[in-house]
């Protein structure tokens, strides 16, 4: 079956500029992730969906950073007023089993690779 | 910043052999991860530990959770060119949602 699918793939913004971008998870996966990769680093976790609800939103590292999934499926993060520091990779992943219980088997998509000029 | 210190932070082997690479934490983790990236790619999920001093083996890879919760092992056997990658061990502490990941161990095979 299709994995998680991530769009754009790249994103070149000019700093100030307003970016959105797109998961679509694996049909029928409940909890859906956003992480955060800079370069030559591992990914840090930004936010957390259960369904529709955002239930954790703490590694999101400023006001600019706001992330929704409207009916559950589809997640869109947008940043705004994009400045140099926000250029990294933006990863997706989602998972079957609701957290805390059951297992943690998280699928990545293949991120998105946004440089901010 | 990342909680979780993996070493070494590059290896670069000769085909055939073994590799072994490991994580360590001040905190404790209830679940351990260890996930492989490609360029371009996402990191893709090898072996996953739940109990402490589990120990899972998937093909050629081993992997084992830390007795004190605090660190975990990664064994490669007889190592082949598609091993290329970074590997990132990944934790996640009792009650909580987010995966914390290590800084990557980056391996490069010699055929």
């Known amino acids: 079956g299709a994995g998680v699918s991530q769009s754009p793939r790249y994103k070149v913004a000019k700093r100030g500029q307003d970016v959105a971008l797109r998961c679509d998870p694996i049909s029928g996966h409940v909890s859906l992730f956003w992480y955060q990769q800079a370069l030559g680093q591992g990914p840090e976790f930004l936010t957390y969906?259960?369904?529709?609800?955002?239930?954790?939103k703490s590694g999101l590292p400023s006001d600019r950073f706001f992330a929704e999934r409207p009916e559950g499926s589809v997640s869109t993060l947008k940043i705004q007023r994009t400045q140099q520091e926000d250029s990294a990779v933006y990863l997706c992943?989602?998972?079957?089993?609701?957290?805390?219980?059951?297992?943690?088997?998280?699928?990545f998509g293949p991120g998105t690779r946004l440089t901010v000029t | 910043g990342q909680q979780l210190n993996q070493s070494p932070q590059s290896m670069f082997i000769q085909e055939g052999e073994d590799v072994s690479m490991n994580c360590t934490s001040s905190s404790i983790f209830n679940t351990w991860l260890w996930y492989k990236q490609e360029p371009g790619e996402g990191p893709v999920l090898l072996i996953a530990l739940y109990k402490a001093g589990e120990l899972t083996s998937n093909g050629r890879l081993t992997a084992q959770f830390g007795i004190t919760r605090k660190d975990s092992f990664l064994n490669i056997s007889a190592s082949i060119p598609s091993d290329v990658g970074i590997y990132f061990c990944?934790?996640?502490?009792?009650?909580?949602?987010?995966?914390?990941f290590g800084a990557g161990t980056i391996l490069r095979v010699k055929s």
């Open positions: 969906f259960q369904n529709e609800a955002q239930l954790d």
């Open positions: 990944a934790g996640r502490k009792e009650y909580g949602n987010k995966l914390v």
């Open positions: 992943a989602s998972s079957l089993v609701l957290l805390p219980i059951g297992g943690l088997e998280q699928y």
